[in-house]
């Protein structure tokens, strides 16, 4: 566990340094609502404050947020955000910085291609499908390198013992 551990730490090392060289884009992320019902408006309500509340701009790669009662998160075409974790502020944070995330590696194209290399190198045969895997082989290595990024960005933020306690309770990224 502890070599698996630091081996995915060097993946991460080959994304963590494109933080240090992006450029942040400033101003404020616009939430919308798709049905504008209560529980969507209440959600925006949470995201908003927690927005106000955490320095998110370095973990901030597109500005549109659309919360939408019945979606699945997803990254593309817009950061959509389903209410799930309603009155769980952890759980959202946690869930805009994962689909912030795949934006990110999105725009790193290469790191994200080389560090799925590596990953498939250390671990060639990567679950496909649920519950285990992503859609493809590809997008489970590339789970594992947003997730791992998640994890970090969460420790910065909320501190490690709240991102385990958030990662137990079912999130798609577990801590450890």
Known sequence: MIAARRRLAVLAACCAFFFSLSVFAAGPIDIQTSHHSPRELQEKLELEQLLNKYDVSKYTFTRTVVIEERAMNHAFPVLTLNVHFLGSDDELLSSFLHEQLHWYLAQHRFAMEDAVRQLKAMYPRAPV????????????????????????????????????????????????
């Open 129 to 176: 499908g649920l519950p285990e895997g992503a859609d493809s082989e590809y997008s489970t290595y590339g789970h594992l390198i947003d997730c791992y990024l998640e994890i970090q960005a969460d420790r910065e933020l909320i501190g490690r013992e709240r991102t385990n306690d958030s990662s137990r309770r079912g999130q798609d990224c577990r801590a450890g």
